[in-house]
């Protein structure tokens, strides 16, 4: 059994709180992919850095109306030598809102100066007034903190260095791989209980919890994927194998234990606040309404999913029984009324005592 203390530790998300939420965190994320390792906007960018130069670039979206004034028109085509080439000169640079052309450099910003910013210099102030009035995207490159700023409508992002955002992302991964450690055995345990028709709420909700911290971890890692780009591609790999299966075995034990009401049960946990999350009595009472050391029993359909029984068999099973353990209980003379013949009586009989051989032999299911 896993340590009960485990369900409560708590459990590091590296990732910038400055990201929005919802549909404001999709486009900000999109923001990422611009700029993410591989694109020619990022190459200028490292460039801009290698050379410890500044730089201010805004895409136009066609709201800068007013703000910008001045400098030279020169609508070329985008490439990262051209972008560095043309940052020597002051002022801002104006590129197309897709950031495959160059539209203008040298140009004055105009801001409204009432609306707030916590920046400092010139021209960080000058960005994120423009990426709030303007609701784009603008990105300021400081020579002196040698630091990337994204600016994008109303929220901020310090943007890292592909080495340290790849370190995040591995530190990241041993906290999922741990949590797919944990995850496996209270599922072992589960598969057990079940069998032995001795399961409990608390039991169940060990399992959903760690389903939806894993989610959670695994989104985090999502977001730093983004920002890693064509870098990423081992810890994309490595994720994947980590979370494979998690959310179809999250599916079936929400459909053993609530039925055609799975759907509402997993809302509200994808909804659940992280710290509310890590308390399992929490779970239970908000999904079962009922003592956390209650006996439950599923109806059956994961494990018996994970038979050799056919799909037709198995919900003649589940819809002539009240749960799995009624299942587990029946007579012979009872199986074979429902399945209807002694070979399917026998196969049957046979199929759980291999899933019972399997899962006292702490096998995998």
Do not use: W
Not at 42 to 64: E, P, T
Not at 255 to 275: I, P, T, V
């Amino acid at each position: 059994m896993v340590d009960e203390k485990e369900t409560t530790e708590e459990i590091f998300l590296p990732f910038s709180k400055e990201i929005p939420e919802g549909e404001a965190e999709k486009d900000f994320m999109n923001v990422l992919r611009m700029v993410a390792p591989g694109t020619s906007l990022r190459v200028a960018l490292d460039d801009f850095l290698n050379a410890k130069m500044g730089a201010l670039i805004v895409l136009d979206n066609g709201n800068l109306g007013e703000i910008v004034e001045g400098g030279f028109t020169v609508n070329t085509k985008f490439s990262a030598q051209k972008l560095v080439e043309l940052a020597k000169m002051d002022g801002a640079i104006i590129l197309s809102k897709d950031a495959k052309d160059i539209l203008r450099v040298n140009a004055l910003l105009f801001t409204d100066i009432s609306i707030n910013t916590k920046e400092t210099g010139t021209r960080h102030k000058a960005a994120e007034r423009t990426a709030k009035q303007a609701k784009t995207i603008v990105l300021a490159v400081s020579e002196r903190k040698n630091k990337i700023s994204i600016y994008y409508g109303d929220s901020s992002y310090q943007l890292q260095r592909s080495s340290e955002v790849l370190r995040r992302a591995s530190e990241t991964l041993q906290i999922l791989e741990k949590q797919r450690d944990i995850f496996d055995e209270y599922l072992m345990d589960l598969n057990s209980l079940e069998l032995r028709k001795h399961s409990t709420i608390n039991d169940v909700c060990l399992v959903l919890q760690r389903v939806e911290i894993m989610k959670r971890i695994s989104d985090m890692v999502q977001r730093l994927l983004i920002e890693l780009g064509k870098e990423g591609m081992v810890v994309k790999m490595r994720l994947k194998e980590l979370t494979g299966g998690l959310q179809k075995e999250e599916e079936l034990i929400l459909k053993d234990y609530f039925g055609s009401n799975h759907s509402s049960s997993l809302d509200l946990l994808e909804k659940m606040d992280f710290d509310f999350l890590l308390e399992p009595l929490n779970i239970s009472r908000l999904l079962f309404e009922e003592l956390h050391d209650k006996n439950v029993s599923p109806k059956g359909i994961r494990l018996l999913g994970k038979t050799n029984l056919l799909e037709r068999y198995i919900d003649l099973l589940i819809g002539n029984f009240e749960n799995f353990s009624d299942i587990l209980s029946a007579t012979n003379e009872d199986i074979l009324r429902v399945l209807g013949s002694e070979s399917m009586l026998a196969f049957f009989k046979e199929e759980i005592y291999n899933l019972k051989e399997k899962v006292n032999l702490g096998k995998g299911l």
